[in-house]
């Protein structure tokens, strides 16, 4: 799930959570099926590299970022030379710089750009890690080691292994920019180019929100569910489109229902997270004992996200 755009203090927002390393089967699968409870449960007490990892993210996904942080450091601490681990770290540090203070911010900011230039150091080849510095380059100033010339030469790298990615970093330097044409027109390159054409078609729909055409949003994104081979996490992307632009909310709930229900879950779209945004379409929809059971859901599966607690305290 990729947001391609904000302002510095939520700059984090962006980074996608896709990559799975190598670990314990059955406790990545309760990572990519949402199950954080149990997942906290069976890697509380393992002091390994990789089970310190997939806690941070188990924590991640909740946006517990000091909790995420100091697990991920401890990762890192343990096996410095693994790129996932510092990509994981620099996620953690960022999403936490998106809360806190200014001069907090700005501390967490340099250390996420550091854990970013070590992961593509270490594996010149990551493609996530390099699209992700990009995504700082892009958004954080000079004085913090932003710059539009540094992602463009991260689009270049990228370009060796993954053109479809590439054209997506060249739209997000554009509209930085201010160049939205050209930014359109890097998008269609990136759907042009990609094996899988929806999830630059849903980035296309992020664009045009962004920018305030929600007819296109409302397009774009039937576009792209009307492909063939789209992948599970593309209606999780699709319902947070139409959620987000205020379009559409029976199809939104459709879409979450069949991502639900797909067996496809992935841990960039965990499960509990599908169900507290089906929770705050049906309060938008004024379906008050709806999104009651879907935040309930979401906590049955993450007790510690405070998202859904809070929602669920606000209906009751």
Known sequence: MKLLYSKFAVLFLLLAVTTIAAADPATVQLLSRGRMNEAISALSNRGDAESLNLLSRAYYAMERWDDAVRWGERATAERPQDASYHLWLARAYGRKAGDSSPLAAAGLAR??????????????????????????????????????????????????????????????????????????????????????????????ADFYRLRGRFDDVQKTVLTAMALPGRAAENYFDAANELYLSGRDFPDATQYLQKYLDSGGLVEDAPAFRAHYLLGQIYEKMGRGADATSEYEASLALASGFDRARKALDRLQ
């Open 111 to 204: 250390k996420a750009k550091n854990e970013f230039e070590r992961a593509v150091q270490l594996d010149p080849a990551n493609v996530e890690a390099r699209s992700d510095l990009s995504k700082y380059y892009v958004q954080a100033p000079a004085v913090m080691g932003g710059g539009l010339d540094k992602a463009r030469d991260q689009a270049a790298q990228v370009n060796k292994y993954d053109a479809a990615e590439a054209h997506s970093i060249l739209a997000q330097v554009a509209a930085k920019a201010k160049r939205y044409d050209e930014a359109e027109s890097q998008f269609r390159s990136a759907i042009k180019e990609a094996r899988n054409p929806a999830t630059y078609w849903l980035q296309l």
